[in-house]
């Protein structure tokens, strides 16, 4: 898809999880769209090379760690985001985490730790941002999936921490429209060349997800990072509270996926 390359200039993001995969993609489109782009990461060497190549598209860039579990390192982060950017106009939230492990053999810490970096993570970047996007009518784009959609075997931590997600990005539509501030999520299916498929689909043949994929094909980051920017954009003022399903439509062709899943790789 072709936007405009000017389509968000003069903009600010701050994107969590954006030194690699999915979150790397959308903070480059950001940048290569006219906005300057903070990247965050609890590990510093996941984000030196992408805020290289934000600088390298003309853009400013700021490599800020963080880890979105920690409100006060949240609250340093958006901080210094703003001081060296100059404010806030987008939050990408996308600090993930994920392992495979059926529900019978899930630790509490297990669960709790996908929960905390998941969707307490989210609601603390949120809140932690909101003072400035009050400021300029900002937006914020919450990292979902679609593995709670169907009942995913083997994933009932991120589920669970992704249905709270899509619920946070609702209530905060309702609360913060008032202030002229837009929260929407995209729900990325299984997107080639990501961590998230090399860890997730062991055993599964690729040719087998593509086939029960009704547009025949895995994602690419591009599907993912260009649905952003519909959704930071102007092309979208009108539109909050909305989970995008980025996947083919393959959350709607079955849940067969998931017992494939199960049985290939546990």
Request: aromatic share 4%; glycine share 12%; net charge neutral.
């Amino acid at each position: 898809m072709a936007f405009e390359r000017d389509l968000l200039k003069g903009k600010t993001a701050l994107v969590t999880g954006g030194g690699t995969g999915i979150c790397r993609g959308i903070a480059l489109a950001l940048a290569e769209h006219g906005c300057d782009v903070a990247i965050t990461s609890r590990k510093a060497e996941h984000l030196a090379p992408t805020a290289g190549e934000i600088e390298a598209l003309g853009r400013r860039a700021a490599a800020v760690t963080a880890d979105v579990r920690d409100p006060v390192a949240v609250e340093a982060a958006v901080s210094e985001t703003v001081e060296r950017l100059g404010g806030l106009d987008i939050l990408v939230n996308g600090a993930a985490g994920n392992f495979l492990c059926l529900a019978e053999n899930l630790s509490p810490n297990g669960f709790g730790a996908v929960v905390d970096i998941d969707l307490k993570g989210t609601f603390h970047m949120a809140k932690a941002a909101l003072p400035h996007l009050k400021q300029s009518g900002g937006v914020v784009l919450n990292i979902s999936a679609t593995l709670h959609y169907v009942g995913t075997a083997a994933q009932l931590h991120v589920s669970a921490a992704k249905a709270g997600v899509d619920a946070l990005t609702r209530v905060l539509a309702v609360e913060w429209g008032r202030h002229g501030i837009r929260v929407n999520g995209i729900a990325p299916g299984p997107i080639a060349e990501t961590e998230g498929v090399r860890r997730l689909l062991v055993g599964l043949p690729r040719e087998k997800t593509e086939r029960a994929t009704p547009l025949g094909r895995l994602g690419r980051i591009e599907d993912v990072s260009e649905s952003a920017l519909f959704l930071c954009s102007n092309a979208a003022s009108y539109i909050t509270g909305v989970t995008l399903v980025v996947d083919g439509g393959l959350w709607l062709a079955s849940n067969r996926m998931a017992d494939t899943l199960t049985a290939q790789s546990l």
